[in-house]
Each structure stands twice: as C-alpha cells, then as structure tokens.
C-alpha cells in the first residue's frame, strides 16, 4: 500500500479524531482494531450510563454552576451530551449532595478516559501513516 | 415494550438516594473497573480473551491495594494526631 501524502495524512488523523469523539471506540473501529472497538465502547458508554443513573441526567449542567473542568470533562464522551445539556437547562432535573457527586465523577472520567481512547486512535493512526511498506 | 420503556427512562431523570456513608465507597469499584479495562485496551498491543482479563484484573487489584494502603494510613495519620 502506497503511504498517504501528507495532507491526507492529516485529514485521516482528523476523521479518526472526530470519529472517537462522536462515538467511543470508532476511530479504533476504522483501524480494524475492532476488539479494541467494542471494549471501548462497551466500558464508555457503561461508566457513562452509571453515572446518569446514579444522579440523573442533571448531572449534566452545561449552563449551571458545574466547573467548567467537569463540563468539559462530560463534553468528552461524545457530542451527544450537548444535547443532554440543553435538555437538562434552567434546573430542570435538580441534583445535589452526594448522587451529584458521583454521578458527575462518573460521566467526567468516562469522558477522560474517552479522550485517551481519542489521543490514541489518532496514535495509532499517525504510526501507520508512517510505516514504509516492508520496512 | 412502551412501559418498559418509560420505565428504563425514569430511572435516568430520578437520582438514586444515598448519602455519604462507608458503604457508598464501593461505587469506586466499577470506576476502578473501567479505568483499568480502557487503560489495558489501549496499551496491550493484541487483545486476547485471556490475556486482557489477566492484564486488567492485575491492574484493577494494584489500585483497589493501593487505595486501601493510602486509607489506612491517612486513617492512622489521623488517629495519631488527634490521639
């Protein structure tokens, strides 16, 4: 297989990028890495959900007084949680105290640990651009 | 199907009701769970069944270990101190 140029290289890495971020696990899927694929996003989409269980979906407070760490946190588990956010505006499902708590450690670090999966996708991407074939 | 549903929706829109007792830090056991399975499947350079579980396993007791050395000694620090 002939290496991509170099613009092409970049727009593959930004397709693999955006890929991740929209659903966990994609931008490894597109790799063929599909076991990498499922686990990511089994264990993404799993840590996310438990997190809105245990707090409700206003755990998700984009125009509240959430950090804007955590906000940007959750952001990172895929788009959709913008969507969640304009749901969830003007206190529509109040939260506090500990469920709160939880809930918001739970959806920011599956949005962290997504990021990783989202920088290594791109990685991963990056290193095969690069191998010279039968080098 | 339709109940069913609205059901599994009301269970996202109603926070579960607990408050900070010792039995509520078991809800870091599945985040323990989830950062060791994503840490391995982005590092381990083939994914088999077996191997992955070992690697994770592994991972997840070195953190729950740890985590339990640094309670008991933040534990014994206090105890000390306050006497």
């Known amino acids: 297989m002939a290496p ?7 727009l593959f890495l930004l397709v693999v990028g955006l890929l ?3 659903v966990p696990g994609a931008g490894h899927f597109v790799l063929r890495q599909q076991k990498r ?3 990511i996003f089994a264990t993404i989409v799993l840590t996310f959900c438990i997190g809105i269980y245990i707090g409700s979906i206003g755990v998700i407070d984009l125009y509240g007084s959430t950090p804007w760490y955590v906000v940007g946190a959750q952001v990172m588990n895929t788009p959709m949680v913008l969507v969640l956010g304009r749901l969830t505006a003007g206190e529509a499902y109040p939260v506090f105290g500990w469920p ?7 959806t920011s670090t599956a949005g962290l640990l997504n990021l990783l999966c989202i920088v290594n996708a791109v990685y991963m991407a990056h290193l095969r651009g690069i191998k010279v074939p039968g080098g | ?3 069913k549903a609205i059901f599994i929706i009301a269970t996202f ?7 900070a007792n010792p039995q509520s830090m078991l809800w870091l056991l599945p985040l323990v769970a989830a950062i060791a399975i994503i840490y391995k499947a982005t590092k381990l350079p083939v994914i088999k069944a077996g191997n992955f579980i070992k690697e994770a396993a592994i991972l ?5 270990i740890f985590i339990v050395i640094a309670a008991l000694t933040l534990h014994a620090l206090a105890w000390l101190i306050s006497g």
């Open chain 1, 37 to 39: 694929s499922m686990i």
């Open chain 1, 100 to 106: 709160n708590e939880i809930g918001q450690i739970y």
């Open chain 1, 4 to 10: 991509l140029s170099k613009e092409k290289q970049t």
């Open chain 2, 1 to 3: 199907m339709f109940l």
């Open chain 2, 60 to 64: 997840f007791g070195s953190i729950v």
């Open chain 1, 20 to 22: 991740a971020w929209l």
């Open chain 2, 13 to 19: 829109i109603e926070p579960e009701k607990f408050g």
